[in-house]
C-alpha cells in the first residue's frame, strides 16, 4: 500500500474523524496513524473535546497528587507511630527489667551477721534503711529487680557496719557542725512488704512508742547488740 506524507493526513483527518472517507482512504489514514506520533496526536485532538478532555486531565492530576499526598502522609504517621511503639515496648521492657523494684522477703534477702558485718550475697537492686528518732533502732529492707532475680550474679555486699565505729549514727547536738556524741544503735529489723511500701512512699510512722512497737511486731530482728 503506498505511503502518503502527513501534509495529505493532516488534510484528510478533519475527514476521518467525520467518517466520510471512503475504505482505502480511511485505511492509508489508520496506517499513517499507527507510525506518526504528530499525527495520532491531532486526531485525538479533532476526536476529543478538547476543554472536556483538558479538564478531564486536570481533575485527573489533582486526584492523583491528592491520593499521593494522602499515601505521603499516611507513611510518615505510620512511621511515626511505630517509632513510637519501639520506644514505649523498649522503655516498657527497660523499666520493667531493670528500674522497677520489688521487695525481697526477709527469707529471700540472704541476710546474715558475718563478723563485724550485716551482709548478704544474694544480688539485689538497693537495700533501705531508717533510723527511730532516738537512733537506737533501723528498720531495712532490700529490693530486687526482674533482671537481677532472672540473671543477677550473686556476690558478697555488706548492707551494715555493725562495728562500734560502723553502727553509731552522729548527731550534732547543738549545730556547731561538730559531733558531739555517737549513739549507737542497739538493733536493726527488717521491717514487712507493708512497711516497706510505708517506707518508700515517707510515711512510716515514728510518733510513738507503740508505733516503732507495732513496726517491730511486723518486722524480723536481725541484729541486736544485746
Ligand atoms: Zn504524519
Known sequence: ??????????????????????????????????????????????????????????????AIKKIKKKIQTKRIVTALVSALCIAVIAFGTYYGLHIKESYIPFDESGLRVNGDSLQTDRDFYASYGRYTPDGKTCFIYMTTTAYKTMWGEDRLTTIED?????????????????????????????????????????????????????????????????
Not at 478533519?14 to 506520533?37: F, I, M, N, Q
Open 1 to 62: 500500500m503506498a505511503k502518503i506524507t502527513c501534509d495529505v493526513v493532516k488534510d484528510l483527518l478533519p475527514l476521518y474523524v467525520d467518517d466520510v472517507l471512503s475504505g482505502d482512504s480511511r485505511a492509508l489514514v489508520e496506517e499513517h496513524l499507527k507510525t506518526c506520533d504528530e499525527c495520532a496526536d491531532l486526531c485525538k485532538n479533532l476526536k476529543g473535546d478538547d476543554n472536556f478532555a483538558l479538564t478531564k486531565n486536570e481533575n485527573d492530576k489533582a
Open 162 to 226: 555493725l562495728s562500734d565505729e560502723g553502727r553509731g549514727i552522729k548527731i550534732d547536738s547543738d549545730d556547731d557542725g561538730i559531733t558531739d556524741s555517737v549513739l549507737v544503735n542497739s538493733e536493726i529489723y527488717y521491717v514487712s512488704e507493708e512497711y516497706a511500701k510505708q517506707m518508700s512512699h515517707g510515711k512510716l510512722d515514728f510518733r510513738t512508742d507503740e508505733d516503732i512497737e507495732m513496726i517491730k511486731q511486723n518486722s524480723v530482728l536481725v541484729w541486736s547488740a544485746e
